[in-house]
Structure formats: C-alpha cells, structure tokens
C-alpha cells in the first residue's frame, strides 16, 4: 500500500531557531514530491515540487531535500518566524497511470513560540 | 497568488438539507479535484474533473456529487445533508497532471458543519 508518513506529528521551536521536518515514503513507481504549507482554517499552499531527479530544492527560507533512493524528503526551515506555524504537509505522486495521483502525508503541526 | 475560490468558507446546516459547495477558478486549469480533510487527518480525493462534461470519484467514498458544466466552475453538492458529512472541503485546480509536477492549487476550504 501506497504510503506517506511524517514526523514528527508536531513540534514547537522558538523564534529565530532552524527545523527539520522528515518525511518517508513507499509511493512507486515515484513521480514527484511536493510540500505544502497550511494555516489553520485555510487551504494549503505549495513550498516546492522536486522530481526524482532533483535532490534539493529551495524556497526563501524553506529547504526540501529527497534522497529517492531511500525514499526520504526533507524540509528545512530556517530563522523561524512567529507565521512559520502552521501545518506542513509532504505530498507523493505516482505515476503508475498518465495522469497519476497524489498521496498525502498527514502533515507536521509546528508552533513558533516568541 | 491562486485564483481559486470558495463558498461558502463556514455553513451550519440542518440534517436533511441539500447544500451546494461553490469553487471557481480564474487560472484556465482543466484539472479540478474536491477533497475532503478532517481536523489533523491527511487530504482524501472524493471528486475529479479532467475537462468540460468530464467527473470521476476519487478514493474516498462520498454521497455527494459534482458536475463540470463550464471549465471555470466545478460545484458539490450534498442531497440531504447528514452530522457525518461534517468536514472541511477543499477545491483544488491544476494545469496539467499531478504526475507531471505542475503546481496544484488549493482554495481556502468550506467548512462544513451538520447538526
């Protein structure tokens, strides 16, 4: 079965501090990972989208790494800030037909406390 | 910034009521989809559009149903409404496939409430 996990389930960090969000993967065969960021109450926004043959990509202060071979992803938030909560969530597609599907992780609550 | 949108954001319902989620994009996409998200649970696919005249049901089984009438509109509609439909809805559009790696947008969400 096709899954996405994530950890850790929440965290709380500081303002100003670096983070490291993981997430692990079975989806195959592996077409892309996206990360997405989503505020309470509202709908999620996307980070970045990596192919498999793309092994880090960047976002202002957001970092996505995938290592495809161990079917691991990555994201990296650095100097924190107080608008970084919220949840983070790391999206798998296939491509097992044309058009592919998405399989969602359930997502990383981070808090930055003041 | 997405150019996706959602109404209602907040309905509180009736058992029994029909109600009818709204979602609109300005962006051309053919690719639509409705999910559905409970409070810290991942996103579940319910609904998908391909095109004009094109609906198909996604993963998750849902009683409601969707029509895809202009490319722009992409509406759900629950017949008689129940406490367990209560949820968040997303609408989402996209250009091409989600294989293709295009970027996928998400409107705000319509928060659904049966009592």
């Known amino acids: 079965k096709n899954q996405v996990e994530q950890s850790p389930q929440s965290l709380i960090i500081l303002e100003g501090k670096n983070c490291t969000l993981q997430?692990?993967?079975?989806?195959?065969?592996?077409?892309?990972l996206r990360w997405y960021k989503q505020d309470t109450g509202r709908g999620p926004v996307s980070l970045t989208i990596?192919?498999?043959?793309?092994n880090t990509k960047s976002n202002g202060r957001y970092t996505a790494t995938l290592d495809a071979d161990t079917k691991q992803s990555s994201l990296h938030i650095t100097a924190s800030q107080l608008s970084d909560s919220a949840s983070y969530i790391c999206?798998?597609?296939?491509?097992?037909?044309?058009?592919?599907?998405?399989?969602f992780g359930r997502g990383t609550q981070l808090t930055v406390w003041p | 910034e997405a150019d996706i949108y959602q109404t209602p954001r907040y309905l509180v319902i009736g058992t029994g009521k029909k109600i009818t989620l709204e979602c609109s994009q300005t962006m051309g996409h053919d690719k639509m989809y409705w999910y559905q998200q409970d409070p810290g649970m991942e996103l579940h696919l319910i609904h998908y559009s391909y095109g004009v005249n094109s609906t198909e049901k996604g993963d998750l089984s849902s009683e409601s149903t969707v029509s895809r009438i202009r490319t722009e509109h992409f509406p759900l509609t629950l017949e008689s409404a129940r406490p367990s439909h209560t949820s968040q809805y997303l609408c989402?559009?996209?250009?091409?496939?989600?294989?293709?790696?295009?970027?996928?947008?998400f409107g705000e969400g319509s928060w659904l409430t049966v009592v």
């Open positions: 989402a559009s996209s250009g091409k496939t989600v294989a293709s790696g295009n970027t996928i947008y």
């Open positions: 997430c692990n993967y079975t989806v195959s065969p592996f077409s892309n």
């Open positions: 990596m192919t498999f043959s793309e």
């Open positions: 999206v798998v597609s296939d491509r097992g037909s044309t058009l592919g599907r998405l399989y």
